[in-house]
C-alpha cells in the first residue's frame, strides 16, 4: 500500500489523442532538488585565549544564514564581529559549538582552546640507579608550560608513569635489571602538544643508596629488618622490621653473631642474624652471612644468604650490621641489617 501511494506521489499519467500510441507517458512529479548541508573544512578547530586569537567557522560551502552557540561559553563562544560569527577563546579545554544555516540544518564543530604553542618539561632526562631488582619512584619531573588536561604514555612496560592531569606532576617507577635499559614517556596536553623525557634505569649491587644508609646508622632502637626472596624459586618476597624477643649477641671462635629472636606467647616465629668476622672493623667488606627465619623452625633451617657484610657502627652505644647477596639468577639483592643497641 506504501509503495503505491509512494509511486502515485512521484510520477504521473498524461493524456494521450487518437494520434499518440496508446502507451502512457510517465512524468517525474514533485521538487527533487536537494536541501544542501554545512560542510565544515575541519571537524575540529583550534583557537589560543584572547580576543585577538578569534578564528571564523570553518564554513567549506556557503548555505547561507549561518549561526552558532556555544555548549560551553566558559571555554568558547561566540562574538558577533560585524556580523560575522567568530570564535574566542576564554579558557584551555574543549567544547562543541552547533553552528546552523537557512536551510535549518544543524552540525556540531568541536573547538580546542590552548593559551600555549609549546610544551617543556622540568627535565628531558633522568636516571634511577637503584640496588639490583629494588624500584625507585620519583616525582620531580613537571610540566612547565603546556595546556592542561595531561596524559601520559610509555613505550616500555618496565617504566611505570602517571601524571596529574591538572597540575602536570609526573610519577615514574622503574625497577633496575642485570643490564642497564631505557623508556620514552611521552606527555600529551588537551591540545595535541607533546614532549618526551628520556628514563634510564641502572643497577647498583650495593644493597642500600647513601640515604638509606644514614636512616639506618640514625635509628635509636634495637632493629631488624630483611628483604629476601625464597632461594627455591626466587619469587616470594619477605619482609621484615624491628622485633620482639631475645636480642643475640654472641662471639663463636672467629664469628661474632647480632641479630633478634622474635617470639609471642611463648612460641618462635622466627628473626634475622648476620654472621660475620668477629675481628672486622668498621668500614670494612667482609664475608658475612644473613639468617631469615619466618616461621617456627630452628637457624638451620632459615633461609641462608651468604654474600658481603659490612659494620656501619661498633661502639659504646649501639653495632649496626649491614649484610647482602646478590643474585643474578632472579636479578635482585637479598639483604637485611640488625642495629643492636648497648
Known amino acids: 500500500m506504501s509503495a503505491a501511494l509512494m509511486t502515485a506521489a ?31 573544512s575541519k571537524d575540529t578547530v583550534r583557537v589560543k ?22 555548549l ?22 574543549l567544547c562543541g559549538v552547533m553552528v546552523s544555516d537557512a536551510n535549518s540544518n544543524y552540525k556540531k564543530l568541536m ?16 636516571t634511577f640507579l637503584t640496588p639490583l631488582g629494588a624500584s625507585g619512584t620519583s616525582s620531580d619531573v613537571t610540566v612547565l608550560l603546556g595546556n592542561g588536561g595531561y596524559t601520559i604514555k610509555s613505550d616500555n612496560p618496565a617504566v611505570v608513569s602517571s601524571i596529574t592531569p591538572e597540575t602536570g606532576v609526573i610519577t615514574i617507577t622503574a625497577t633496575s635489571k642485570i643490564d642497564p635499559y631505557t623508556a620514552t614517556l611521552t606527555v600529551s596536553d588537551i591540545s595535541g602538544l607533546t614532549a618526551d623525557l628520556k628514563v634510564s634505569v641502572e643497577a647498583s649491587l650495593d644493597p642500600f643508596t647513601p640515604q638509606q644508609l644514614q636512616k639506618i646508622l640514625d635509628l635509636n632502637k634495637s632493629t631488624i629488618w630483611a628483604d629476601c626472596k625464597d632461594p627455591s624459586d626466587g619469587n616470594t618476597p619477605y619482609y621484615w622490621g624491628y622485633g620482639y624477643g631475645d636480642l643475640i649477641n654472641e662471639t663463636n671462635g672467629n664469628t661474632r653473631t647480632i641479630g633478634w629472636w622474635f617470639t609471642s606467647w611463648g612460641t ?8 660475620y668476622p668477629a675481628n672486622a672493623s668498621v668500614g670494612a667488606e667482609v664475608e658475612g652471612t644473613l639468617y631469615f627465619q619466618y616461621s617456627t623452625a630452628q637457624w638451620y633451617d632459615c633461609y641462608k644468604y ?4 659490612k659494620v656501619l657502627a661498633d661502639d659504646a652505644t649501639k653495632t649496626v650490621v649491614i649484610c647482602w647477596q646478590v643474585d643474578t639468577q632472579n636479578q ?11
Open 268 to 275: 618462635d616465629y622466627g628473626g634475622i642474624k648476620i654472621d
Open 49 to 70: 585565549v584572547g580576543e585577538e586569537n578569534r578564528a571564523a567557522l570553518p564554513i567549506a560551502s556557503e548555505t547561507g544564514g549561518i549561526k552558532a552557540f556555544s
Open 10 to 40: 512521484s510520477v504521473s499519467f498524461t493524456a494521450c489523442n487518437d494520434d499518440d500510441n496508446d502507451e502512457p507517458v510517465f512524468v517525474v512529479g514533485g521538487d527533487t532538488t536537494e536541501v544542501p548541508d554545512i560542510q565544515f
Open 332 to 342: 635482585r639483592i637479598n639483604r637485611g641489617y640488625v642495629v643492636l643497641m648497648k
Open 111 to 126: 573547538v580546542s582552546v590552548y593559551t600555549t604553542d609549546q610544551m617543556q618539561l622540568s627535565k628531558s632526562e633522568l
Open 72 to 93: 560551553d561559553p566558559a571555554v568558547a563562544d561566540i562574538v558577533d564581529v560585524d556580523g560575522v560569527p567568530m570564535i574566542e577563546g576564554f579558557k584551555n579545554g
Open 306 to 309: 651468604a654474600g658481603k657484610a
